[in-house]
């Protein structure tokens, strides 16, 4: 009997079926086995599964407790809801890279030590990059090789510091890292886990390759790099208090960025950034309350930000584009795109009765228990942007404000079922917020709808809509690309690649392509030389000799042919006197 089957494994294993399967079969085929995963992580106990030994280490695939579990079920909930969106999907790659990736992911979430969270950690980076480069453009090809750049730097860091904790420690234990807190093991696995949680100014990699990826890959994106790497810092790195002051500055620069942008995926990349950084601060508060705060944004956030990619994905589709200055009037021909897409921006922005409200509001009180000031006031400022630059600028200028004349339609009705199923989810978790609350990692004894939460929220909503009608001429769309701290990225990129075309080809070109001609050069002429030798000495004289030794038999054959019978004669009693001999000494034996 199996006493434990790995979510993550599961997933990645049946990735192999996918590309003997076509049509209906593989449409249900997709998001059953995602809800099998789902299943499995339900029907879990806590406890340590999945152990074996490695080169005298004890490797654990396993670690099931109520911080792994909740991240597990969100996003094994996510890949339901994601591949009943990719149903219409042809594209077998997006498929199979989809399924490494959510399974990848779910390693990472229950891996117990340093190794096996490694293992998956580069398996997740290097199956995601596989949908960027799935929208096969020239864009989304140096995308994506600029994201698997920043993601091998990451991960490089990530393995010196774990390199440095084994030789520190003699264990591969994933335990929090306060005990190391000041050193270069402490830093560096720092820097490998905030990177993948777009921490500026580690950020640009995530609005540079998410607007990239194809219409499914981004919906699928939107939900696990960053929030596995909230994931081990909850469990690594609670109460660092580093990250509370850039989780509250990663909060504000995500609103900010987003308001000038232009284009809708990557407006809604910025505020991944954002969001995160709501649970990064969280995290560095480090509170009960803070952590809890923490997670159940993460879990919200998955959710709605899946549905926010969904509804621009399905603009996209339609439309052939998502920049607002080319959108306009969408309402009329795509009317329940637009629903869903409004409750995805009301739960981001924390509005009541959506699940941004019950999530958003325990983090930021976590930050007003601790006195906190700066982390109340740059959350609050955050909430203020995200209301601005979602619920009113992108929902507006997309399916409002000036009608550009396009003649769409509603998205493929698997598109639709899969918004649906987020916006329910959305309103059910604002309205039982409890439903939520049980499944954090600690006791969860707070009430989001106090009359002071409800009305600062909306007195919040109704100063920033009155600054949107103020200054919407200057909130307008506009083309053009904002440039972030992607710029040192990209020409540390170009100056790597220039170093790789000049020098480094340079030098093999003419000194070990050289060395490498010398060397073949002379190992040719050397067997050459001892293949000549062979066959002058042995292989031609042996024809040679052969020849001599026939002639010579000719000779003698051809004296013994004299022409006499009595030649003969006595040549034929010699041979029989033999032949009897040679029978009376073998009959004597």
């Not at 109340?376 to 942007?385: H, I, N, P, R, V």
């Not at 066959?535 to 022409?563: C, F, H, I, K």
């Amino acid at each position: 009997m199996i006493e434990w089957l790995h979510p993550g494994l599961l997933l990645i294993g049946g990735a192999a079926a996918v590309p003997f399967l076509k049509g209906r079969a593989l449409q249900a085929y997709l998001p059953l086995l995602a809800a099998v995963a789902l299943l499995d992580c339900i029907l879990m106990t806590p406890g340590m599964f999945g152990k074996a030994q490695f080169l005298g280490y004890q490797l654990t695939f396993g670690r099931v407790d109520r911080l792994s579990l909740v991240f597990a079920y969100v996003f094994t909930l996510a890949g339901v809801i994601g591949f009943i969106y990719a149903l219409h999907v042809k594209d077998r790659l997006q498929h199979i890279a989809a399924l490494i990736y959510l399974g990848s992911a779910l390693g990472v979430t229950f891996a117990g030590d340093y190794v096996v969270l490694f293992i998956f950690w580069e398996l997740m980076a290097f199956s995601s990059v596989f949908l960027v480069w799935a929208n096969r453009t020239p864009e989304s090809v140096s995308a994506g090789f600029r994201y698997l750049l920043v993601h091998v730097f990451g991960g490089l860091c990530l393995l010196g510091g774990i390199m440095l904790y084994i030789g520190q420690t003699g264990s591969i234990s994933f335990d929090s890292m306060h005990a190391f807190a000041g050193s270069t093991t402490f830093a560096l696995i720092l820097i490998g886990f905030i990177l993948n949680a777009a921490v500026p100014p580690l950020n640009a990699w995530l609005p540079d390759a998410y607007p990239a990826a194809t219409v499914t890959g981004a919906v699928f994106m939107s939900a696990y790099t960053t929030k596995s790497a909230v994931y081990v810092l909850i469990r690594g790195f609670a109460g660092t208090e580093a990250l509370m002051w850039l989780g509250a500055v990663m909060a504000v620069y995500g609103v900010i960025y987003a308001t000038m942008e232009n284009n809708g995926r990557r407006l809604l990349a910025y505020h991944i950034v954002s969001q995160v950084g709501f649970m990064v601060c969280g995290i560095g508060i480090g509170t009960e309350m803070a952590v809890n705060g923490a997670t159940a944004h993460a879990f919200a956030h998955i959710i709605y930000k899946g549905l926010l990619f969904m509804g621009a994905g399905a603009v996209l589709y339609m439309a052939g584009t998502v920049k607002l200055s080319e959108l306009g009037g969408l309402y009329k021909t795509m009317p329940l795109t637009m629903i869903f897409f409004l409750i995805g921006g009301l739960s981001i922005a924390g509005a009541p009765l959506m699940s941004g409200f019950v999530s958003k509001s325990m983090t930021i009180s976590g930050a007003g228990e601790q006195q906190n000031s700066f982390a109340f006031l740059m959350l609050t400022l955050a909430s203020s942007g995200t209301f601005l630059s979602i619920v009113l600028k992108m929902t507006y200028y997309m399916f409002f404000g000036r009608d550009a004349g396009l003649q769409v339609t509603e998205p493929p009705r698997n598109m639709l079922a899969a918004m649906g199923l987020a916006s329910f989810i959305c309103i059910f978790i604002g309205v039982f917020p409890q439903s939520l609350y049980a499944l954090l990692p600690y006791p969860a004894d707070y009430a989001p709808y106090t009359a002071q939460h409800v009305l600062d929220s909306l007195g919040l909503f109704f100063f920033t809509t009155l600054g949107f009608m103020l200054f919407m001429k200057k909130l307008a769309p506009k083309p053009g690309l904002n440039l972030d701290t992607d710029w040192f990225y990209r020409r540390l990129a170009h100056a790597f690649m220039g170093i790789v075309r000049k020098p480094v080809a340079n030098f093999e070109y003419r000194v070990v392509g050289e060395a490498y001609d010398y060397l073949i050069r002379a190992a040719v002429l050397f067997v050459s030389r001892v293949v000549n030798h062979f066959e002058t000495e042995a292989v031609q004289p042996a024809p040679q000799s052969l020849a001599a030794g026939t002639n010579s038999l000719g000779n003698v054959l051809r004296r013994l042919q004299t022409g006499s019978v009595h030649d003969y004669a006595f040549i034929m009693a010699v041979g029989m006197a033999a032949l009897a001999l040679s029978y009376v000494i073998w009959w004597a034996q």
